[in-house]
């Protein structure tokens, strides 16, 4: 099982991002695709996770959506209003679809995403 992390970059406060999530070797719909991150000096978190056509979004309600394409086996994290709080490193994870990101197996590589003020 791979997860590939991308779209992180730096960013003016109130800017947009979009990060993607391309999942191999798992079958897509049986697993609940989360985005975590984790700032300097801070516990990771949730952020937000998509099972199927349930999903959630936790610090960022408001300003982020999450959405998944099963064709792509990818989930993208679209982020907008950008604040430099948000800066972080964002991982995207995946877990069996019945925990609802409460417990993930697999994890991929972070991707950066940097706000500036």
């Known amino acids: 099982v791979q997860l590939q992390a991308s779209g992180g970059g730096l960013e003016q406060a109130g800017g947009s991002l979009r990060l993607s999530c391309v999942a191999s070797g798992l079958t897509f719909d049986d697993y609940s695709i989360g985005w975590f991150r984790q700032a300097p000096g801070k516990e990771r978190e949730l952020f937000a996770c998509?099972?199927?056509?349930?999903y959630y979004v936790g610090p960022g309600k408001g300003r982020a959506t999450v959405s998944s394409d099963s064709a792509k086996n990818t989930v993208y994290l679209q982020m907008n209003s950008l604040k430099p709080e948000d800066t972080a490193v964002y991982y995207c994870?995946?877990?069996?679809?019945?925990?609802?990101?409460?417990?993930?197996?697999?994890w991929g590589k972070g991707t950066q995403v940097t706000v500036s003020s």
């Open positions: 994870a995946a877990g069996l679809s019945v925990y609802h990101c409460s417990k993930m197996a697999y």
């Open positions: 998509i099972s199927g056509s349930v």
